[in-house]
């Protein structure tokens, strides 16, 4: 099994890409044309992480209104204050800040279509390649 992406119905496809695409170094995999504009994202690994699009047939959550525990989706950084710092200035806003143990650093934010994303400062970085590297868990 290889995850593939999630998938978020949203209002603006094309300005939450734009957004990703201009603050987080996302890439854009893939755009379809309107109405619907499926939009396919890429990490800076190349993976797939996230498809918006829009879509009236289904209900277009209001993310602003989910407690951040309820949903979101988290990034791997090394840096969580400094992209903190840059996408607050771009217009996400900061809903929680911990630092569990030392060298770990979780930022939780709202992009600013209300959205929950997390950076991941962690003093272990979960592995980003084989994931055989990494014994299951019990």
Same mark, same amino acid.
């Given at each position: 099994m290889v995850f593939e992406h999630l998938a978020l119905n949203v209002p603006d496809p094309v300005a939450v $890409?734009?957004?990703y695409v201009s603050h987080l170094d996302a890439r854009v995999l893939s755009q379809g044309d309107g109405p619907?504009?499926?939009?396919? &994202? $890429?990490?800076?690994?190349?993976?797939?992480? &996230? =498809?918006? #699009? #829009?879509?009236? &047939?289904g209900e277009i959550d209001d993310f602003a209104e989910r407690h951040p525990l309820t949903f979101h989706f988290a990034l791997q950084t090394s840096d969580a204050a400094g992209l903190r710092d840059s996408l607050t200035l771009a217009g996400a806003e900061v809903v929680e800040e911990?630092?569990? =143990?030392p060298g770990t650093h979780l930022v939780m934010l709202r992009d600013p279509f209300g959205i929950p994303l997390q950076l991941c400062q962690r003093r272990r970085p979960y592995p980003t390649g084989v994931a055989a590297a990494v014994p299951p868990v019990r």
């Open positions: $890409a734009r957004w619907v504009h499926t939009t396919f &994202l $890429a990490d800076s690994t190349g993976r797939v992480f &996230l =498809e918006v #699009y #829009y879509n009236p &047939l911990i630092c569990p =143990e």
